[in-house]
């Protein structure tokens, strides 16, 4: 089967769980035919995608379900979610962003970044409520190879939440 013809079944599929996805729909905002367009391009992007997707088309159904269901969106632009092929099935992948964006709409913190941070950095702890000192020329180009990343989160308290990660990590 070509892959036009696998993508044409596949997109059968997506377009036939309109109604368990209005129904696990929690977010109004979110469309059923524009996700729906974002699942395809996504699963058109590459052969390996569309073969996965033919090899367990549940996966597929599933996923986009579950877009509904946790209330992030496929679009592009907004990078919260992306269809992956992972252990022969399509899997989605809520992004770093999709993350934050879910837990300020929750309402579980005002506002989460990451940053990098590289060997000519000095990044400094200073308890587990106050957010981290980082010390960096941001437009330096020499900064050394990324050494790890950290995560600061401000609660609706005030009180902030950090960690850390070393590249090994």
Known sequence: MSSSD?????QGDIYGVREP???ALVDPSIN???EAGFAL?????NDFSIKTAMGNRQSVVDAVVNIAAI???LNPAKRQAYLVPRDNRICLDIS?????DMAVEGGAVQWAKAELVYEADQLML???DLPPEHRRDPFSKDRGEVIGVYCVA???NGDYLTETMSIDE
């Not at 696998?6 to 596949?10: C, E, K, P, Q, R």
């Not at 391009?41 to 992007?45: E, F, H, S, T, V």
């Not at 770093?96 to 934050?100: A, D, F, K, N, T």
């Open 6 to 10: 696998a993508l044409t079944v596949i």
């Open 21 to 23: 996805f209005d129904t």
């Open 32 to 34: 059923f035919d524009r």
């Open 41 to 45: 391009q996504q699963l058109a992007k």
């Open 71 to 73: 209330g992030v969106s």
């Open 96 to 100: 770093y962003i999709g993350l934050v």
């Open 126 to 128: 200073r308890g587990i």
């Open 154 to 156: 401000k609660l609706k």
